[in-house]
């Protein structure tokens, strides 16, 4: 076993570790690919353990992240991920590995995770380990850093990340990019129905549009009545209870 990196040479037959074994998927998984493949020229990395499982890392430069944050000069890590049979191994460290290995000469790291364990957050404990620090929050989102420049200014989120709010009215609104595969295949889902409130679905399509997102997860966020509620993806029946409520 070892660790590969995608390109645009053979991201067309390598997996992307998401959605793996769910047929229903194959749509997001396209538009990934797709996605990745774009931001390959701006620098992002995929790396992944070459076998048939869920272990891979992806990040950029930081300018490029479709994330509202201001980390000038800084990777950013957009997720890290290693699961089922394979945790416990060391595999989470080998891929960290690979983007200190890539982020030299750089400011340093940065990524969003939670002051609790949420899912689609990568878990800060494991970076805290790893020499990483708390630099900014918009509860219950942290922004964590570790730096390889003292001098440089520490990261943090954009105002409009703290907003929370947007002005829609009545209802659900969802966004979401082709970041996450997962989010791509609810979100359609979500069109195909009928509702007895608004229920509106937005594609974030440019990195502006990211950094420009009134909360700091952009890769699927939910607004209920103009209030943020969530980054976590809904299934149908608590869409259907958040309508109610």
């Given at each position: 076993?070892?660790?590969?990196?995608?390109?645009?040479?053979?991201?067309?037959?390598?997996?992307?570790?998401?959605?793996?074994?769910?047929?229903?998927?194959?749509?997001?998984?396209?538009?990934?690919?797709?996605?990745?493949?774009?931001?390959?020229?701006?620098?992002?990395?995929?790396?992944?353990?070459?076998?048939?499982?869920?272990?891979?890392?992806?990040?950029?430069?930081?300018?490029?992240?479709?994330?509202?944050?201001e980390a000038n000069g800084?990777?950013?890590?957009?997720?890290?991920?290693?699961?089922?049979?394979?945790?416990?191994?060391?595999?989470?460290?080998k891929l960290f590995e690979?983007?200190?290995?890539?982020?030299?000469?750089?400011?340093?790291?940065?990524?969003?995770?939670?002051?609790?364990?949420?899912?689609?957050?990568?878990?800060?404990?494991?970076?805290?380990?790893?020499?990483?620090?708390?630099?900014?929050?918009?509860?219950?989102?942290?922004?964590?850093?570790?730096?390889?420049?003292?001098?440089?200014?520490?990261?943090?989120?954009?105002?409009?990340?703290?907003?929370?709010?947007?002005?829609?009215?009545?209802?659900?609104?969802?966004?979401?990019?082709?970041?996450?595969?997962?989010?791509?295949?609810?979100?359609?889902?979500?069109?195909?129905?009928?509702?007895?409130?608004?229920?509106?679905?937005?594609?974030?399509?440019?990195?502006?549009?990211?950094?420009?997102?009134?909360?700091?997860?952009?890769?699927y966020s939910v607004f209920?009545?103009?209030?943020?509620?969530?980054?976590?993806?809904?299934?149908?029946?608590?869409?259907?209870?958040?309508?109610?409520?």
């Open positions: 076993m070892g660790i590969i990196c995608l390109s645009k040479q053979n991201i067309g037959q390598e997996h992307i570790c998401c959605a793996l074994s769910d047929k229903k998927g194959e749509s997001g998984v396209r538009l990934k690919k797709e996605w990745l493949t774009c931001r390959f020229e701006e620098g992002l990395k995929f790396k992944r353990l070459n076998e048939r499982g869920k272990v891979f890392i992806e990040y950029l430069p930081a300018e490029n992240a479709w994330v509202p944050i800084y990777m950013f890590i957009n997720c890290h991920w290693v699961s089922g049979r394979f945790k416990g191994q060391g595999w989470g460290t690979e983007c200190e290995k890539d982020s030299e000469g750089m400011n340093g790291i940065v990524l969003i995770s939670s002051n609790k364990k949420k899912p689609y957050l990568s878990e800060k404990n494991f970076f805290i380990k790893n020499g990483f620090e708390v630099c900014d929050t918009v509860t219950p989102y942290e922004l964590v850093v570790k730096r390889f420049n003292p001098q440089a200014p520490l990261p943090k989120f954009r105002t409009n990340a703290k907003q929370l709010t947007i002005s829609n009215g009545d209802g659900l609104d969802v966004y979401f990019t082709a970041q996450c595969p997962f989010a791509v295949n609810y979100a359609h889902e979500i069109l195909a129905k009928d509702y007895s409130r608004p229920v509106r679905v937005h594609q974030i399509t440019s990195k502006e549009q990211a950094q420009s997102h009134t909360c700091p997860v952009t890769r209920l009545n103009g209030k943020f509620v969530t980054h976590e993806i809904l299934t149908q029946t608590k869409i259907l209870k958040l309508l109610e409520s």
